[in-house]
């Protein structure tokens, strides 16, 4: 079966320090990958996409940055993290066309 | 722009209850629809996807219906149980990868 893992699940880094959360997909082969964002009373919003290695798109003008190095892992980085940055970081997989999604436990960002 | 809405924003019902959340979204060109169920800090379980080909899916007591000419999407929840209070989100995907645009959830407790 598919499995999604997401680490760390909580993360409490100081302004202008970097940033790297990981995401990898055991159990398929070349899923489309996605990170999005949960900020507080806010709805999910989609910041980066990979349909493949190598293959970043983003949806957001931000601070952040994607990289997929390899198929099954996402990687969702900053050099310098900003207190706006602070919010619920979700990665999500699906096999791509009109199938479904499965999201990680998700990674709790303060920015402090 | 495809914009997501989703009421109410909170619900509160005693167990045994049978209930309806409602979805509605903008542009009916969608290719599918998904329901998912967010516990307090965790990430998002899916719950039904629709394709809009679909008029609804059932999985256990939950039943969720399509309507994508009127842009509107019900979710059923028949004999509610306490462990069933979460936050229940809905996702269009506009996209062929499969991009979400998420509603910003309806609460929902139900009480012993």
């Known amino acids: 079966s598919q499995t999604i893992h997401q680490w760390p699940a909580t993360l409490v880094q100081p302004v202008g320090s970097p940033l790297s959360l990981e995401c990898t997909v055991e159990?398929?082969?070349?899923?489309?990958l996605y990170w999005y964002r949960q900020a507080a009373g806010r709805g999910l919003q989609l910041l980066f996409y990979?349909?493949?290695?190598?293959?970043i798109s983003s949806e957001v003008p931000q601070n952040l940055s994607a990289s997929r190095p390899q198929d099954r892992q996402f990687i969702l980085s900053s050099k310098k993290l900003l207190l706006s940055d602070s919010g619920f970081y979700l990665c999500?997989?699906?096999?791509?066309?009109?199938?479904?999604?499965?999201f990680g436990q998700g990674t709790r960002l303060t920015v402090v | 722009k495809q914009e997501v809405t989703q009421i109410p924003a909170a619900l509160s019902v005693p167990e045994g209850e049978n209930l309806v959340l409602n979805c509605s979204f903008t542009d009916s060109a969608i290719y599918n629809l998904q329901w998912f169920r967010q516990d307090p800090g965790k990430g998002l379980t899916s719950l039904l996807l629709i394709q809009s080909s679909q008029r609804e899916q059932t999985s256990g007591r939950l039943n969720a219906s399509l309507d994508k000419s009127s842009g509107r999407s019900t979710l059923y929840i028949a004999a509610s149980q306490p462990g069933d209070s979460a936050t229940y989100l809905c996702?269009?995907?506009?996209?062929?990868?499969?991009?979400?645009?998420f509603g910003t959830g309806t609460r929902l407790q139900v009480t012993l």
């Open positions: 159990g398929t082969s070349n899923p489309n």
């Open positions: 990979s349909v493949g290695i190598g293959q």
């Open positions: 996702a269009v995907n506009t996209g062929t990868a499969s991009k979400l645009t």
């Open positions: 999500a997989w699906d096999t791509g066309g009109s199938t479904e999604a499965f």
